[in-house]
């Protein structure tokens, strides 16, 4: 890693995550076909089709609450 890259990462790294007040959702459980139970978490939208959003093996579900928060603020 060069100097230049090491100052990009620790200049990335020092900014404070944006704090962004997700709405209250609901929450309930998805069965799916290994038995397994998938965790969902549902945002009521006045109109229009369904966002989803999934994230990846080594995030979580908060990841999303600031892109949460925008889209219900829009009226998605």
Do not use: F, K, M, N
């Amino acid at each position: 890693v060069d100097l230049a890259e090491r100052v990009a990462l620790r200049r990335w790294a020092a900014r404070p995550a944006p704090v962004v007040p997700a709405p209250p959702a609901r929450v309930t459980a998805l069965p799916v076909s290994d038995g397994a139970r998938l965790r969902v978490l549902e945002w009521p939208a006045p109109a229009g089709p369904p966002v989803v959003l999934v994230h990846g093996l080594t995030a979580s579900l908060e990841d999303w609450l600031p892109v949460v928060a925008r889209l219900v603020a829009a009226g998605r």
